[in-house]
């Protein structure tokens, strides 16, 4: 029971973390040699990540901004426009069992979807402001089979 009570406060405090507002910074242009192909190159809506950069097609994404115990990896974008993204991962999910810093990342293919674009406060951005993770082959323990998050 205490295992089951510990991934069910996992699951809550990842939904808290990503309901905490972010915002989406502005990027510059990429200069020549970039080590950072996913950043924000503008023209597109965008994927802030938990410091507010904004990103496109990223290959992973942390979920729980403030523990780090759930983050998206291994993504692959099949579509990615102005209005919607969807790809395929994995999540990585921390059990927490005993406890979270003893804990095992546990990892399950979903499926991603972002939505709800809106504009940047300032920079005239568009980011999404909607996540949905839609677990393929299991799940973590208390977890639906899709998840939707509210981002900032």
């Not at 990342?105 to 949905?132: C, D, K, N, Q």
């Amino acid at each position: 029971m205490r295992g089951h009570a510990m991934r069910a406060a996992v699951t809550l405090g990842a939904a808290v973390a990503l309901a905490a507002p972010l915002t989406a910074a502005s990027a510059t242009a990429p200069t020549p040699g970039d080590p950072d192909p996913h950043r924000h190159r503008g023209g597109t809506t965008v994927l802030a990540d938990c410091q507010g950069q904004s990103e496109v097609r990223p290959g992973s994404h942390l979920l729980a901004c403030g523990d780090g115990n759930s983050r998206l990896v291994s993504l692959h974008w099949g579509r990615w426009d102005a209005d919607t993204a969807v790809g395929r991962g994995v999540n990585q999910v921390n059990d927490c069992d005993p406890y979270c810093a003893a804990g095992t990342f546990r990892s399950y293919p979903v499926t991603v979807r972002l939505e709800a674009p809106t504009g940047g406060h300032g920079s005239g951005e568009r980011h999404f402001t909607r996540i949905s993770v839609t677990y393929t082959d299991g799940r973590p323990d208390g977890s639906p089979r899709t998840v939707s998050y509210p981002l900032g």
